[in-house]
């Protein structure tokens, strides 16, 4: 069964940094893409960032590309998000996700607000 873990977040003041982990279990970490979402309120869920197995490439939202990385540990089966520059308008919760068997899975959700 896939189990997805997302910690990390926090409260943070404008232009700081956090990081974000998501801990996957249940399933070959290695041979998927992994990806972070996240809602803001009132908001749809959006894409974040992706990265493909293998770590052979990364893809970003247009509004946290230079900002965020997203990063993987295959041996720690565990998919990063480290954001910088943050700004109140990422605050959300960051969710975890993986397509496996044409199901998207995804995690509880770890809560990130930037304010002052």
């Known amino acids: 069964q896939v189990h997805l873990v997302e910690s990390g977040g926090g409260l943070v003041q404008p232009g700081g940094s956090l990081r974000l982990s998501c801990a996957a279990s249940?399933?070959?970490?290695?041979?998927?893409?992994m990806s972070w979402y996240r809602q803001g309120p009132g908001k749809e869920r959006e894409f974040v960032a992706r990265?493909?197995?293998?770590?052979?490439?990364?893809d970003y939202a247009d509004s946290v590309s230079g900002r965020f990385t997203i990063s993987r540990d295959d041996a720690k089966s565990t998919v990063y998000l480290q954001m910088n520059s943050l700004k109140p308008e990422d605050t959300a919760v960051y969710y975890c996700?993986?397509?496996?068997?044409?199901?998207?899975?995804w995690g509880q959700g770890t809560q990130v607000t930037v304010s002052s």
């Open positions: 996700n993986v397509y496996r068997a044409s199901v998207s899975h």
């Open positions: 249940g399933f070959g970490f290695s041979f998927y893409d």
């Open positions: 990265i493909a197995m293998d770590d052979r490439s990364r």
